[in-house]
Every structure is written in C-alpha cells, then in structure tokens.
C-alpha cells in the first residue's frame, strides 16, 4: 500500500499584519506622541457567524510546534484558555482544539529597533521600527482548508 505525504502548513509562511513604526518626539512627555486608540463599539449581537466560530473552536486539529535550539525558550510551551491548559512538546504532531492553536498564532514577539529622524520641522526625533515574529513557530499537519483560510485570517489580523 502506497504511503500518502503529510501535508504541513507553516504559520510562519502565513502572511501577517504589518506593524507600522512609531513616531515619537524627542523631548516632552512620550503620552503626546502615542496615536489614540480606537475603539469600535458592537452595533448588534453575536449571530449565527459567532456560533460557527465557537463550534470550530472545539474541533481538533493537527499541529507541530517547531523544535529550537534557543536556550531561554520554552521547550514545553504550554497555553491556557478559561484556566484551561494545552502543552505543547516540540517536534511532536499533537491533535489539540482549534481554540488553542489560534491562540498559538496569536503568540507573537515585537522589538523595536530606533531610528533618528527629523521630522517636519527639523527636529531631531526617534523612529521606533518594530520586528514582529511568531513566539512559537508552528506548522499545521494535514488540517481541512477552513483551517488554513482561519490561520491566515488570524495572522493578518496581527
């Protein structure tokens, strides 16, 4: 009997939001330089779109946390939902619930490197060029295409 390729989806290869850089002055308080927030408010409930999203949070998936050779990293990531725990042991395909692993992608690392500009002005002023990367690089194993339309969802959301 023939044997059938596993096929793996990399959350890294998913194309993810970009962070824009932040401008901020140079002197006076940094609260000044911060765009505002925004805020939208919820014109209607939940309907029948949120009930699928919860359905699908509950189905289980294939997964495969990345191994690392990064000595500070967590070897056994382990995620909690509604005090809920899913470890996670690197290298090994694991069958966990959708929820878990949208939290996964979700997982990300920003820093920031700084740049001196100036701005209109002429004002000397710093430019705070973020880096964003997946905190635990994962791939999903043989995951039905909704999976994967979710995923890259998820990770252009940022």
Same mark, same amino acid.
């Given at each position: 009997m023939p044997r059938m390729q596993r096929k793996f989806v990399d959350a890294a290869e998913v194309e993810a939001g970009v962070a824009q850089p932040r401008r901020?002055?140079?002197?006076g308080p940094a609260k000044e330089s911060l765009e505002p927030a925004v805020i939208v408010p919820a014109d209607k409930i939940p309907g029948k779109e949120w009930a699928d999203q919860m359905a699908m949070n509950e189905e289980f998936v294939n997964v495969q946390v990345h191994e690392t050779t990064d000595k500070q990293a967590n070897q056994i990531p382990d995620l909690y939902i509604n005090g809920v725990p899913q470890r996670f042991i690197r290298g090994q395909t694991q069958a966990v619930r959708w929820k878990f692993v949208e939290l996964l992608a979700r997982c990300v690392e920003t820093t920031y490197t700084q740049q001196k500009y100036h701005d209109d002005n002429g004002v000397e002023a710093i430019r705070n060029v973020p880096h964003t990367a997946l905190k635990y690089s994962f791939s999903l194993?043989? $995951?039905? $295409?909704?999976?994967?339309e979710r995923l890259k969802a998820v990770r252009a959301a940022g």
């Open positions: 901020m002055k140079s002197t194993v043989d $995951a039905p $295409a909704k999976f994967h």
